[in-house]
């Protein structure tokens, strides 16, 4: 049976690539706004009670909007924004972040697809504080590059119009950033950490990086034991969120954020020194796969009951 599947936003950047993961299959069809009533509310909603599953590629109030215009009780929706994230009534879209999510996902009608940044934290933090290995009021920073397309509309058109883009331009340096209310959900933490976030002069791609002063706990748990347990908290995770090899080493090649661009993994990485009671846990993924459409096309699969990875690379 072919699911009808609109996208109300999909000139945008993540509207425009999840379209792109959807092109060619058969068992979807795209439906899309005559351009001619693109402005008519009533043009969108029509669309909107017509889709088995609406993709909402929109600002916040638009896909609140977007929301409210749908009638039936039968529309599925995925909304991309950060409007519904801490929402208990939606299911949060990070498939492999608990046991039971990615079920959750596929038997509920409301997903609220993650931030890209959020995922690198919450995918590295919370085996950790589940396991009891660092507590939740553990006072954490991240730091994070991205392709420019993750600095959203107004930065892409900034990077791509001036001659001479900045290689390395920090923001967010108000410590207030939107993402945090999901991080600290979703990573189960009781304070929100302190994240600044940058993006570099490439397009897309992204590196997240928590450091961890462990010397600071009663009992600091060994690089190994950190490993293990982020290891096996995604041992079923079929290949989307994967675990380097715990390895002595200064530098690794494969810590470049485009290494998994157009593809939906996410590899995760633990580097200690035990002497010093510090680690370092880092996460690699497309900010607009994993981080973005990738993590749209997925949900899409699970909440249509058929192979999560169709239409998607797992490297």
Known sequence: MTARVFIDGEAGTTGLQIRERLAGRRDIELISIDPARRK??????????????????????????????????????????????VDPEWNYGFAEMAKGQKQAIAEGRFVSNPGCYPQGLIATVRPLVEGGLIPADF???????????????????????????????????????????????NAKLDVAPLFQPAVGNYAQGMVTCIPLQLSALKSAPSGKTLHEAISDYYADSEGFVEVAPFEAVQKVPELNPETFNGTNTMRLYVFANDDRAQAVLMAVYDNLGKGASGAAVQNLNLMLGIDQKSGLTVD
């Open 139 to 185: 006072p954490l920073t991240m730091n994070a590059i991205s392709g420019y397309s993750g600095g959203g509309r107004q930065m892409i058109e900034t990077y791509e119009s001036e001659a001479q883009p900045a290689p390395y331009m920090p923001y967010a340096l108000g410590f207030n950033h939107k993402h945090l209310p999901e991080m600290q959900l």
């Open 40 to 85: 008519e509310l009533s043009a969108r909603a029509e669309l909107l009670n017509a889709a088995d599953v609406a993709i909402l590629c929109l600002p916040d109030d638009a896909a609140k909007e977007s929301v409210s215009l749908i009638e039936n009780s039968k529309t599925k929706v995925i909304d991309a924004s950060t409007a519904h994230r």
